[in-house]
């Protein structure tokens, strides 16, 4: 990064990255993916599996974001926005699982096994 | 697969390949790509005719189609071969100071423009035209329900007609009228830019949005739409009514939306000029920058659920579906997410040109104006946040219905923040009460009484004794027609001469500003009374006791349906008879009054000079309905640039804002020294400087920040020149 | 914030001098540069909430119906979604590489990687293909058309793996392919015969003909012409007793029958159009359909007159018949049955026993899978247009350290389909 200090001196309008960093960070995310399917391979349970699979993939994505799309040299309001659409999007999973993990039980999934009778009294009418 | 499907296919390809060409190309191949994009529609045209008599016939699309495609091709293939005449249009325009309606001459010259406010007069009649078609369709519901049983139609073309009355309406005109057409008109004269930072997107966008608009009324010759313009599953699922092509008009409209939300947002971050920082940004722009930010994070989700929803109807995938295992209420959680943050895309420039229009007509400062800017970002961010309030009955858990119901609340705070820093400006105020600001308190008004019965339906329990009542019609007309509608045609009031250069009727319009008014609370106040009785929305029939409410509905209907029209032939017809009309006509502070009205091609002829924001004092009214600033600063620009330049104020501005604040006021001191030269040529023309105003405005120069210069069209070698200049003056002296 | 004006207003206000690409309206390259980066970003931003319902719609459905998940992936290949991962993020890097190229003015480098890129996406979109080929052939579709019974590549999975769904057989077969005569069983070509027990024939078409004839059409009452099919299907078969799993027995050692009873027969009622389209075609009937009618193509819809039979009372004869087939039985004579013909192997019993029948709606994790990959692969193939425009524009040698902006914006356009991707892979083909 020595000799690409200034991110915008005279001559260049953005950061330009070096060759090492471009291929170092392309051979990691090749090595994250090779790790990603041997990973698979053993039998963590189910659900340690899958936090494993989504570390490493969180992981590729951010050098992904930071080496190759600059995100890392360039102006902090593009992280802004990015990380502001990443908000978006997980307020949007966060409120709907929050709504359907309530109602998934009334939705008829499998019709020769009805979901079970609500438990506790009957609402009292009118 | 059927023709619809076919028709879709065609479509969308058509669509895609125009909307990339728009953007890619460059200018040599608009045309090109213009002809190539128009002879793909002829190849729709084909499809429909099909349809429309009844066809099923399998041939004469598809021959359409290849012939639409052929004729494109060619066409792009020839028509670039053809020599081209320098762009008449832009960037390489002709330097004389045309105002923009006159620069060039021809359709293509329109067809074509990258100019914004061609572009954005595009937008606005395209809308008005929808309004018309919308509006129509409103009337005949409300002719519909004059009686309690059949009055003109039977069922299923009642739902029709409240179902495009609703597509309509909120697709094309409320969510695209203030932004799309008055924003892209207004909104970079007001920064001082000379264009939007992506021209051809922007073109790229109205293209969009014109198909969109095809294919969403295209559903009437189809049959008619009969799924309410929620288009909930899984009634859209099995409706007979041409859905798919409705739904594939929405994700173009969509795509339009969002090209133009991304498009005012790089703007005002890239073109404001120097000197005006965040806080000097008129308020308009504010809410725009708001409303853009929703548009750029919430229309995708729009985009993506009509499109499974496209797909899951022809392909039947299964997501909606809960005969496949699918969710219907997912649909509505989808929908919703974009279409909260869409009624606050509906409302929030409304509520941005009431800015203007209040604080410019009461000749005050707007009161408050940080927290009127901040709470329109908070708005657009709290938007997200409370989309479930629209499901507190479609089977959604009562969790996520309380933390929906607790949520909506918060929403009340930037509003009231809002209005009452409204009404402080109005307070003691010199009220001018032209049409533009009739329609200003009109917004006032209305807005207030839809955002109370917002909180009625924000709290749960009563909610569920409203919901699908018309007390929620009445409400949301209340907001959505009530407060954006009369906002927007408050807005077209107040920047009609600016943009067409010419004086509306001022009698006509205020006359229809007041029937406008009127018309709406006869329509929509009864509609809460009958609602909190219990008349269901959305139904052909209705208890006769309802009837009087009904009736006294449909006559205010009828009166705000004939005062829009009036009005808008009333706006149309200035185009030919009003008279010409002067740079600053109503005493507005912001930079658009600057601008030679019409503007010129980059808006500016000289650069404008930054004033105070919102402070008036330094204007009078010379003729009636012309205003003038008494600081002769502005005649002669060059000078205070030069003086600025020679000061070093404008070159010494890295370090942002304060510094930039600090250079306007250098530049504003000595410009008063230019001013006191004039003094004396100023009297002699007529306008009479007060010694004391003088005084006054010395004094206030000293203090003002925000101010600064703007040169946003200069070449460097006008900027040498006049520093050489003044360079050779100063020695002079 | 400050703005582009302020940081590069004057001093570097040299007119338009450096790229003829500089549009007249910023004020100089590095205004031009910066508002289209900016753009790009909220682009991007838009992308995220853009694909974000698919997320939603998966996380839903991997939280509540995680059943579905685990047993359906097996129908995706990893090795093709990890070759297609590395090919992406090798795409990437060359993309990234373009960039740094364009801005050291290194136009044959740049013009290199952008090939490279373009040959990863068409190697991403071909590989795609394969997959997705696969797929259809074998009618492991979405929805309403996941159907894997009626493929004849899926015998196998019928006959030694108790994975056909049987009743979810569609009537939406593929009517003109050769494919759709053979049926599954290849047995059942033999003899498709109800009165003999013990001769499979699940999910087989048996024979197809056409003609033409001339009805009328139900939507616009015209008469129009149309094929008419005459086909023979035999959908369904029923074990004979009610099963209530006994503990520690194996399943499949309970039943006499090849197929464990996982869901009552039905008997599907075809000639309900509507029901049919929307899967819900059937009522649980005692009987093994034998035979369509006549069965007309009216628009959309194919209307089918369907005729139900009870299966026939095993006989002495057919006793015998499955004796010697399977060895064990435990059927008595006059009870109606149908036993396969298959005999299964130790391995076809493990395989039996450890996958068992697929659960409900199994079609909605290829729905997501399908939605998914299908929205990426149109954003791969929307980056190979850019790209193939870049490259001619880099051929033309537009590009310069002044002006490599649409170089700048496709790349990170492209590490956006490359991100999305890198979750696509482990939440859709690793699942253990």
Redesign the interface.
């Known amino acids: 990064m020595a000799d690409h200090a200034h991110d ?1 001196d005279d ?4 950061h ?2 070096t ?1 090492k960093t ?2 170092a ?2 051979t990691t ?2 090595l994250l ?1 090779l790790l ?2 041997a990973a ?1 391979k053993v ?2 349970g ?1 659900n340690i ?2 936090a494993v ?2 570390v ?2 969180v992981v ?2 951010t050098l ?2 930071l ?3 600059h995100l890392r040299y ?2 902090l ?2 992280s802004v ?2 990380v ?3 908000l ?2 997980s ?3 966060g ?10 039980d ?5 019709p ?1 096994t009805p979901p079970a009778a609500p438990v506790g009294p009957r609402p009292v009418n009118g | 697969m059927n023709l619809e499907i076919l028709v879709l296919i065609i479509v969308v390809t058509a669509l895609s390949g125009g909307a990339l060409a728009a953007i890619f190309a460059g200018k040599k191949h608009r045309h090109a790509l213009a002809w190539f994009f128009l002879s793909f529609w002829l190849g729709v045209i084909g499809p429909i005719g099909d349809f429309v008599l009844g066809q099923r016939d399998w041939v004469s699309p598809i021959v359409a189609t290849i012939v639409g495609a052929v004729i494109g091709v060619v066409v792009v293939l020839v028509v670039p071969a053809l020599p081209v005449q320098p762009d008449p249009v832009y960037p390489d325009g002709p330097k004389d100071e045309k105002d923009y309606l006159h620069c060039s001459k021809g359709f293509l010259s329109w067809a074509l423009t990258l100019d914004h406010k061609r572009i954005g007069l595009m937008y606005l009649f395209g809308i008005l035209f929808s309004l018309l078609v919308g509006g129509v369709f409103a009337l005949l519901v409300r002719t519909e329900l004059f009686f309690p049983g059949k009055t003109i139609v039977d069922q299923d073309m009642y739902n029709k007609f409240f179902t495009l009355h609703g597509a309509i309406m909120v697709f094309l005109v409320i969510i695209p009228g203030i932004p799309a057409a008055l924003g892209n008109i207004i909104m970079p004269i007001q920064l001082g830019a000379p264009d939007v930072a992506f021209p051809r997107l922007n073109l790229a966008s109205f293209y969009l949005w014109c198909s969109g608009a095809i294919l969403l009324v295209l559903t009437i010759p189809f049959g008619g739409l009969d799924t309410g313009w929620t288009l909930y599953t899984p009634y859209s699922l099995e409706s007979k009514t041409p859905v798919l092509v409705a739904t594939m008009g929405v994700f173009l409209l969509g795509f339009s939306s969002i090209f133009t939300g991304l498009n005012f947002l790089v703007t005002i971050h890239k073109f404001r000029p120097q000197g005006m920082g965040w806080f000097q940004m008129p308020l308009n722009v504010w809410a725009i920058y708001a409303t853009a930010i929703m548009q750029v994070l919430a229309t995708p989700v729009l985009g993506i659920t009509v499109l499974l929803l496209t797909v899951e109807r022809f392909a039947h995938i299964g997501i909606f579906d809960p005969n496949l295992g699918g969710d219907p209420v997912l649909f509505q959680h989808f929908f919703w997410f974009y279409s909260h943050p869409a009624v606050y895309i509906m409302i929030i420039p409304g509520m941005g040109v009431v800015n203007e229009l209040i604080s410019t007509y009461a000749g005050k400062p707007i009161f408050g104006y940080r927290f009127i800017a901040y709470s329109s970002i908070s708005l657009a961010l709290l938007s997200f946040l409370v989309w479930g309030h629209h499901m507190f009955v479609s089977g959604q858990s009562r969790l996520a219905n309380m933390v929906f119901s607790a949520l909506t609340f918060t929403v009340a705070i930037p509003s009231a923040i809002k209005i009452f820093n409204w009404v402080a400006t109005l307070y003691k105020a010199d009220i001018r009460l032209k049409t533009g600001m009739i329609y200003g308190l009109a917004f006032l008004l209305l807005f207030t009484i839809g955002g109370l019965t917002g909180l009625f339906l924000g709290i749960l329990s009563v909610d569920v004794h409203l919901h699908d009542t018309y007390f929620v019609v009445a409400h949301f007309h209340y907001v959505m027609m009530g407060s954006t509608l009369v906002a927007f045609l408050g807005a077209l009031h107040h920047w009609w001469p600016k943009f067409t250069g010419r004086m509306y009727n001022e009698k006509i319009g205020q006359i229809c500003a007041f029937g406008v008014f009127f018309g709406f609370n006869f329509t929509f106040m009864p509609q809460f009374v009958m609602g909190a009785r219990g008349m269901p929305r959305r139904y052909w029939d209705y208890d006769p006791q309802y009837t009087i409410f009904h009736q006294l509905s449909t006559i205010g209907a009828f009166i705000l349906g004939f005062s829009i029209f009036i009005t808008v032939i009333s706006l149309v017809a200035s185009f030919w008879t009003g008279k010409k009309a002067p740079r600053n006509p109503w005493g507005g502070s912001s930079l658009e009054w600057q601008a030679p009205t019409p503007p010129p091609l980059y808006n500016f002829e000289k650069p404008p000079v930054l004033h105070e924001l919102y402070n008036y004092d330094d204007l009078v009214e010379v003729e009636p309905d012309r205003w003038e600033r008494k600081t002769p600063i502005e005649d002669e620009p060059e000078k205070a640039d030069a003086i600025a330049r020679k000061i070093g104020a404008v070159t010494d501005h890295t370090a942002g804002a304060t510094q930039a604040e600090r250079a306007a006021a250098m530049i504003h001191a000595k410009a008063e020294e230019v001013r006191a030269e004039h003094d004396v040529t100023e009297s002699s023309k007529g306008k009479a400087l007060d010694p004391k105003d003088l005084a006054a405005d010395k004094a206030e120069a000293a203090k003002v920040a925000g101010a600064g210069e703007v040169m946003p069209t200069a070449t460097a070698e006008q900027a040498k020149d006049e520093e050489a200049k003044n360079k050779d003056e100063g020695e002079k002296k | 914030m400050t703005t582009a004006h302020e940081e590069h207003g004057v001093e570097h206000d040299l007119g338009h001098h450096g790229s003829p690409f500089v549009q007249h309206h910023y004020d100089d390259a590095q205004h031009q540069f910066d508002s289209g980066k900016f753009g790009i970003w909220l682009f991007l931003a838009q992308e995220v909430l853009f694909f974000s319902a698919l997320f939603v719609q998966y996380v839903l459905y991997r939280v509540h119906h995680s059943e579905i998940f685990n047993y359906a992936h097996k129908w995706l290949d990893v090795k093709f979604g990890a070759t297609n991962t590395a090919v992406l993020i090798f795409s990437s890097l060359t993309a990234a590489w373009a960039v740094r190229c364009a801005q050291r003015n290194q136009r044959r480098g740049l013009i290199a990687c952008i090939v490279i890129t373009l040959l990863c996406a068409c190697t991403f979109l071909g590989i795609k293909y394969l997959e997705y080929s696969h797929k259809v052939h074998e009618h492991i579709l979405f929805g309403r058309y996941f159907d894997p019974c009626i493929s004849p590549g899926n015998a196998e999975l019928l006959t030694q793996n108790n994975e056909c769904p049987g009743t979810k057989s569609t009537i939406d077969w593929d009517y003109g392919s050769e494919k759709a005569k053979t049926g599954c069983f290849e047995e059942s070509k033999i003899d498709v015969d109800p009165n003999q027990p013990g001769v499979q024939a699940d999910c087989a078409v048996a024979e197809i003909t056409r003609e033409k004839k001339t009805i009328e059409d139900q939507k616009t009452h015209k008469e129009v012409e149309t094929w008419v099919e005459k086909s023979r299907r035999v959908i369904a078969a029923r074990c004979p007793e009610p099963h209530l799993p006994e503990a520690g027995v194996a399943e499949h050692e309970q039943f006499p029958c090849w197929r464990p009873a996982y869901q009552p027969v039905v008997c599907p009622d075809l000639t309900d159009a509507e029901a049919r389209r929307h899967g819900t075609a059937g009522r649980p009937q005692d009987g093994i359909l034998v035979e369509y009618g006549d069965s007309a193509e009216r628009g959309e819809d194919i209307v089918i007159d369907a005729t139900c039979k009870a299966p026939a009372p095993a006989t002495a004869q057919s006793i015998e018949l499955l004796a010697s087939n399977n060895g064990e039985h435990d059927l008595k004579e006059g009870q109606g049955a149908i036993h396969p013909i298959h005999i299964a192997t130790e391995e076809d019993e493990f395989e039996r026993a450890s996958l068992g029948p697929p659960p409900e709606h199994t079609g909605m994790f290829l729905t997501i899978y399908f939605a998914m990959t299908g929205l990426h692969g149109i954003h791969v193939l929307f980056g190979i247009f850019v790209f193939t425009w870049l490259l001619m524009r880099s051929i033309k040698g537009h590009f310069t350290p002044e002006y490599f902006g649409p170089v700048d914006y496709a790349a990170l356009y492209w590490h956006i389909v490359d991100i999305i991707w890198i979750f696509l892979f482990p939440l859709l083909y690793l699942i253990h």
């Open positions: 915008h001559h260049e309008l953005a330009v990255a060759l471009l291929l960070t392309g995310l090749l993916t990603t399917v698979t039998d963590f189910t599996n899958l699979a989504l490493i993939a590729k994505a992904v974001v080496f190759f799309m360039d102006r309001f593009h926005v990015f502001s659409a990443l978006a999007a307020l949007f999973v409120f709907t699982l929050m709504d359907s993990s309530q109602y998934q009334t939705n008829i999934w499998n020769s």
